[in-house]
């Protein structure tokens, strides 16, 4: 088919790259989701062991601090202090352990060696922990990490909050492990995955690849020549069979382009042909006035047939497109008798009546010109097969919810095996074929008119002789059709 500028032609080397970085990106795309995945999972662990480890050392430390509790008199004052390291007090697995008594006024009242001089927690956390037990994470005077729990005492209506801590230095040093472990064996995995992903597409596409390979081999005379198609039920398969119909379709376009360019070369070769002899004789000296005059007739003629080609081929090249329709409500009825009113003279000529009847208003939805041009090629196909003394009909009904436009004509119908193509291009009968009046375009173009209009159209020999064409047209919404126009 010509290039009509709109496509643009992709390099057949370019291929391989496209599926080469397709490859690519699904590796690095799996790579990418693995390494976040990795990064939420090993928030996820850090956060729960942190959250563990706290939680062991609330439990031991709660018991602890109810212990020096219970050495807070009601008057706030301590008796025999212990940190909660040892005597009554949970042994816990820590390098150093502390305890601090907060009194009412807010100052530390005893504090373990550990803890130093300074509060243990702040002023907001010491009114917090009044209210209620209070679980922090904090830092000694010297830096270390150090679980605190507080609670109040219950003796001195909550005044005195008693403070006790232990080290998380284990538990810093197993979460610190842990972040060493993810940092350094992340990467690893991810760059693993991302390649385990690069080698799995490989193998995936390598089907995609040699189908690519084995199109771009064939060549525009290698029409029968298809894709392997992988055997199992999966999208490349799908894709594979997908391609081998595309080719199917395009062999079968290109046939009929080729077809269609010989007949429009054979069809174009006689008139030609004609003319030029024609005006080779009017060329020739000592031609008389009547003979000259003869010959600009038939030139005229065969310029009229050529005229008349070319405008049925231009037609029939729009319609492979899309044939540009005005489309609105249409009286079927009102054309049909106009086209029987305008073909009538040549009717005449060839002794032939022309008749159109209706069984009521009908009102298609389509584009007028072209359906009249569906209508007098219909009639003019109709009266050149007729016998003389015989009446062609064109009927317009309704069937099914579309217009129907029939046209009948009592000739000798269509020749044996020529109904199944009797709308192709350059397809005659016989008997048309012999006398040069037709040129084999009529009928086609009528298909493609009402293949446009979304409708159907068939042709059948009559019981008793004779040959039938019809057309069906969708019908107009009833809306549409109180407004569609009405011309005599």
């Given at each position: ?145 150090v679980r605190l729990v507080a ?51 490989g193998a995936v596409l390598r ?282």
């Open positions: 088919m010509p290039d009509t500028g709109c496509a643009r032609r992709i390099p057949a080397n370019g291929n391989r790259g496209s599926a080469v970085a397709l490859r690519t990106r699904l590796a690095l795309l799996f790579a990418a989701a693995m390494a976040a995945l990795a990064a939420a999972g090993g928030w996820m662990l850090v956060r729960e062991l942190d959250a563990s480890t706290n939680a062991a050392l609330d439990v031991a430390l709660s018991v602890r601090a109810d212990a020096l509790a219970q050495q807070v008199a009601p008057d706030g004052s301590v008796r025999d202090f212990q940190d909660g390291s040892g005597g009554n007090a949970v042994p816990l697995p820590a390098s150093r352990a502390v305890a601090q008594v907060i009194g009412p006024g807010g100052t530390a009242v005893e504090s373990s060696e550990g803890a130093g001089a300074r509060l243990l927690l702040s002023q907001q956390q010491v009114s917090a922990a009044r209210k209620g037990p209070l679980a922090v994470s904090s830092a000694l005077p010297d830096g270390a990490p609670v109040p005492v219950a003796d001195t209506g909550g005044r005195t909050v008693v403070v006790v801590g232990a080290s998380r230095e284990v538990a810093v040093a197993a979460t610190s492990r842990v972040l060493t472990a993810l940092w350094t064996g992340g990467p690893v995995l991810v760059v693993l995955g991302g390649f385990g992903a690069w080698l799995v597409a089907p995609v690849e040699r189908m690519r390979r084995e199109a771009d081999a064939i060549s525009a005379g290698d029409t029968e020549a298809r894709l392997a198609v992988p055997r199992r039920r999966d999208e490349i398969a799908r894709l594979g069979a997908t391609m081998n119909a595309l080719l199917d379709r395009l062999q079968r376009a290109l046939a009929q382009q080729r077809a269609f360019v010989a007949d429009a070369g054979h069809e174009l070769r006689t008139p030609l042909t004609m003319l030029r002899a024609e005006l080779e004789l009017a060329g020739r000296p000592q031609r008389d006035r009547a003979s000259l005059q003869a010959a600009v007739r038939a030139a005229a003629g065969d310029t009229d047939r050529l005229i008349r080609l070319a405008e049925d081929l231009l037609t029939l090249a729009r319609a492979e497109g899309t044939l540009p329709l005005v489309v609105k409500p249409v009286r079927l009825d009102v054309l049909a008798a106009e086209a029987v009113q305008a073909a009538r003279p040549a009717a005449a000529g060839a002794n032939v009546v022309l008749e159109a009847a209706a069984d009521g208003p009908v009102t298609v939805l389509g584009d007028r010109d072209r359906l009249r041009q569906v209508a007098d090629n219909l009639l003019d196909n109709a009266v050149r097969y007729a016998p003389p003394g015989s009446t062609v009909h064109a009927v317009v009904g309704c069937a099914e919810g579309a217009g129907v436009l029939r046209v009948l004509d009592r000739g000798s119908g269509f020749p044996a095996g020529f109904l199944p193509r009797a709308f192709d291009r350059f397809s005659r009968a016989d008997s048309g074929r012999a006398d040069g009046a037709g040129t084999g375009l009529g009928l086609a173009i009528v298909a493609a008119i009402v293949h446009t209009h979304a409708g159907t159209v068939r042709a059948a020999d009559r019981a008793g002789g004779g040959a039938e064409v019809a057309v069906s047209i969708p019908a107009c919404p009833p809306d549409e059709a109180r407004v569609a126009p009405h011309r005599m």
